[in-house]
């Protein structure tokens, strides 16, 4: 149940980020270091591009069982092509997540060395637009994230290119997920209560609800963002770069009310990864008396990602 007193996130309008670099930047670090959540309208994405995107998403998902399984190959570990309902669980969770996915990566140049670590995309050729609509969702909130992670060097004090050269490569997925309808009484949950591994979500608004943020105090408050606008969340590597100062929030997606239990839920999250050779080591000014390194071990964002997908039952 969600809890009446719980916080509201206030949208930050992207246009900020062209006409108030600074003002921008504030507004969303702030929101990351109260909730580690934000909302952002106004955003550049083209909604023809969300459109043709959702439409195709809807096509794969509505193939036949065994089609959709032909894209199915568990030596990739979830990390490209489709993952059958009832296969990821969150970490620490016995039970699977209600939910099947379809997840598309980064394409490399032929010899590129992080492709011994970044497997290649699947194309979909039962569906004719489905490879062109989902890579230009994919590009679009690329895009989008290089001015968001800007954004966030500013509001750390760093220079405003900081992250440019540490995820340019990066293997960030866009997951388009579908939420089944639910019939009669479900063992489990759409997903469970997790946090996510990446440097931030650019989340595009479902048209079911569900999806619900813990606060610091301990409550659940939705997160439903207005028509036109994204929910951005810190990841965990961002987490660990910044010594939890931009904090990455537990999120969780409930079942549906029963009127709602007989329609499905699509999402469509952008996880925006560094690059795979990035260490990730304690920003510097993110350590004081008060937050002494909790992080004095870097690591490497592969070798993270590799940690979070045994967990998570996918390797």
């Known amino acids: 149940m969600t809890e009446t007193n719980a916080p509201t996130l206030i949208p930050v309008s992207f246009n900020q980020a062209a006409t108030d670099p600074d003002g921008f930047a504030q507004a969303l670090g702030r929101s990351f270091q109260d909730t580690g959540f934000a909302i952002v309208c106004d955003h550049p994405v083209d909604q023809g591009v969300i459109n043709k995107a959702l439409e195709d998403t809807k096509a794969f998902f509505a193939l036949p069982e065994a089609a959709k399984k032909r894209y199915f190959d568990p030596e990739r570990a979830g990390q490209r092509g489709y993952t059958p309902f009832g296969t990821e669980n969150a970490k620490g969770e016995a039970k699977k997540d209600l939910k099947e996915f ?155 009310t029963k009127e709602r239990m007989a329609f499905s839920r699509y999402s469509t999250p952008f996880f925006l990864h560094f690059n795979p050779d990035f260490v990730i080591d304690t920003l510097p000014g993110c350590i004081t008396d008060d937050n002494p390194n909790r992080y004095p071990e870097p690591l490497s964002s592969h070798d993270y990602l590799v940690e979070r997908l045994i967990e998570i039952g996918l390797m």
């Open 102 to 256: 379809w997840h598309l990566g980064r394409d490399l140049p032929e010899g590129h060395s992080y492709r011994q670590v970044m497997p290649d995309n699947i194309d979909v050729p039962e569906i004719e637009s489905f490879d062109a609509s989902t890579r230009a969702l994919y590009k679009a909130l690329d895009d989008m994230g290089a001015v968001l992670l800007q954004a966030i060097a500013k509001y750390l004090g760093l220079e405003e290119d900081w992250f440019a050269n540490t995820v340019d490569k990066g293997n960030s997925i866009l997951r388009l997920l579908h939420y089944p309808p639910i019939d009669g009484e479900p063992d489990g949950v759409r997903a469970g209560a997790h946090e996510d591994i990446n440097v931030i979500t650019l989340l595009l608004g479902a048209e079911e609800a569900g999806l619900q943020a813990k606060t610091r105090d301990g409550q659940w408050m939705d997160v439903q963002p207005p028509e036109g606008a994204l929910v951005i969340n810190v990841g965990d590597m961002l987490q660990r770069l910044t010594n939890n100062v931009l904090p990455s929030t537990t999120h969780r997606v409930i079942n549906p």
